[in-house]
């Protein structure tokens, strides 16, 4: 029928490694930061405080989101004993706190790990910040 031979200019593709993503973001953050600042836009990185923690914002600029936290924060059903209750709540409002989300992202993160009667119980009830929540 054809000619089979392989074609002769064939191009590996290697992607980078994590480490070289991480430098590359790290370098492009502190690009654009030096950008904003000439620009009288300095960008904005500290932590949201207690106030503005419960607002949406349009955008927050330095959130970060763990790799693999099924492995951090287990499943909570709801038949866990109150202890064990109060671990999860505080795993999850330290992982939440050092990884500075914002509510909408805690409640669904929250909402990803509840299962069963958890899960059924959360879908009845409405939460306007992350304190209505906690309580």
Same mark, same amino acid.
């Given at each position: ?45 500290q932590p949201p405080t207690q106030q503005t923690e419960n607002s949406v914002p349009h955008t927050y600029s330095d959130y970060r989101m763990l790799p693999d936290l099924n492995r951090t924060v287990p499943e909570f059903t ?5 202890? !064990? =209750?109060?671990? #999860?709540?505080? &795993? ?24 069963? !009667? =958890?899960?059924? #119980?959360?879908? &009845? ?11």
């Open positions: 029928m054809g000619d089979h031979t392989p074609p002769t200019n064939i191009q590996h593709i290697q992607a980078p490694t994590y480490n070289e993503l991480f430098n590359l973001a790290q370098s492009l953050k502190s690009r654009l930061e030096l950008l904003e600042k000439n620009a009288g836009n300095p960008v904005t990185t709801g038949h866990e004993s109150s202890c !064990a =209750a109060e671990d #999860w709540l505080s &795993t999850v409002d330290a992982l939440a706190g050092i990884n500075n989300w914002p509510t909408p992202y805690r409640l669904q993160f929250v909402k990803s790990n509840m299962m069963n !009667a =958890a899960r059924s #119980w959360y879908h &009845t009830e409405v939460f306007t910040d992350w304190s209505d929540f906690k309580v």
